[in-house]
């Protein structure tokens, strides 16, 4: 207890953060713990214009106090997958994998009818920035279509990381990331239950960034969703979302 206290007394008067990751959930070698603090951006802002033409929509976003392309401060002590290209906007339509933007444009080509664009800034190793000038969420409507508009106000979960394949080095520390709107989580309130491989690990009561650990080679299937008090799933937009990712110790992946 003694060199605990040391330790601490010794960071605190380097001004740094001990690096003591608080564990929020375990189940057999899996490990949830909450990521190391990362550097903040609550200035950044972003904000969109959707041109429409036809089935395609041309997406232009103005970025503020934030760098695209930059490596976040402390992207080579993170441990875990990092964009080469640096920051970007990550950019999803209707709870798809998102796109990594480094330039502040993109198209999609979508079918008619209504659709949900949400995009946030992001550190180069895909964290998200959770302020909420950094983050828009909007409807796009195709063509000529009765479908209901979307409800904006009611909660919003967006499933951001882990996403597609990790290697070597990058499986040992995976980033669950996601982005939430219209709510709030709390010990005694709305929480995210997490479940890995259709076994819930845990239920996460605060909106941060997690680490998941000892998670073994191969595919695995990440499910979050959005639950009350009593464990029911919220009525919401994408407040149950399923998601599969892999993990390699090198190419080739067996698959």
Same mark, same amino acid.
């Given at each position: 207890?003694?060199?605990?206290?040391?330790?601490?007394?010794? &960071?605190? =008067?380097?001004?740094?953060?001990?690096?003591?990751?608080?564990?929020?959930?375990?189940?057999?070698?899996?490990?949830?713990?909450?990521?190391?603090?990362?550097? %903040?951006?609550?200035?950044?802002?972003?904000?969109?214009?959707?041109?429409?033409?036809?089935?395609?929509?041309?997406?232009?976003?103005?970025?503020?106090?934030?760098?695209?392309?930059?490596?976040?401060?402390?992207?080579?002590?993170?441990?875990?997958?990092?964009?080469?290209?640096?920051?970007?906007?990550?950019? =999803?339509?209707?709870?798809?994998?998102?796109?990594?933007?480094?330039?502040?444009?993109?198209?999609?080509?979508?079918?008619?009818?209504?659709?949900?664009?949400?995009?946030?800034?992001?550190?180069? #190793?895909?964290?998200?920035?959770?302020?909420?000038?950094?983050? =828009?969420?909007?409807?796009?409507?195709?063509?000529?279509?009765? %479908?209901?508009?979307?409800?904006?106000?009611?909660?919003?979960?967006?499933?951001?990381?882990?996403?597609?394949? #990790?290697?070597?080095?990058?499986?040992?520390?995976?980033?669950?990331? &996601? #982005?939430?709107?219209?709510?709030?989580?709390?010990?005694?309130?709305?929480?995210?239950?997490?479940?890995?491989?259709?076994?819930?690990?845990?239920?996460?009561?605060?909106? !941060?960034?997690?680490? !998941?650990?000892?998670?073994? !080679?191969?595919?695995?299937?990440?499910?979050?969703?959005?639950?009350?008090?009593?464990? &029911?799933?919220?009525?919401?937009? #994408?407040?149950?979302?399923?998601?599969?990712?892999?993990?390699?110790?090198?190419?080739?992946?067996?698959?």
């Amino acid at each position: 207890m003694k060199k605990l206290l040391l330790i601490v007394s010794v &960071f605190t =008067i380097l001004g740094l953060q001990p690096s003591l990751a608080q564990v929020v959930a375990q189940a057999g070698p899996i490990k949830v713990s909450v990521a190391t603090e990362s550097p %903040d951006f609550p200035e950044a802002s972003l904000a969109a214009n959707v041109a429409l033409k036809g089935d395609t929509a041309q997406v232009s976003f103005t970025v503020e106090n934030y760098a695209l392309g930059n490596q976040t401060a402390d992207a080579s002590t993170k441990r875990c997958a990092n964009s080469a290209k640096g920051q970007h906007i990550h950019y =999803i339509i209707d709870n798809g994998a998102y796109e990594a933007l480094y330039l502040p444009s993109n198209k999609s080509v979508l079918k008619p009818g209504k659709h949900l664009l949400v995009a946030f800034l992001s550190r180069s #190793y895909h964290e998200s920035i959770k302020h909420p000038k950094a983050a =828009i969420v909007q409807q796009i409507s195709i063509g000529q279509n009765t %479908d209901a508009d979307l409800n904006l106000k009611q909660p919003i979960l967006v499933f951001s990381r882990p996403k597609g394949i #990790y290697l070597g080095a990058d499986t040992a520390h995976v980033l669950l990331d &996601f #982005y939430l709107f219209n709510t709030k989580l709390s010990k005694k309130g709305n929480k995210v239950r997490l479940s890995i491989d259709g076994k819930v690990i845990g239920y996460l009561d605060a909106w !941060m960034p997690y680490w !998941m650990e000892g998670l073994s !080679m191969g595919e695995h299937t990440i499910r979050l969703e959005l639950v009350d008090v009593k464990g &029911f799933v919220i009525k919401g937009l #994408y407040t149950d979302v399923t998601k599969k990712i892999t993990l390699a110790a090198a190419e080739p992946i067996k698959r």
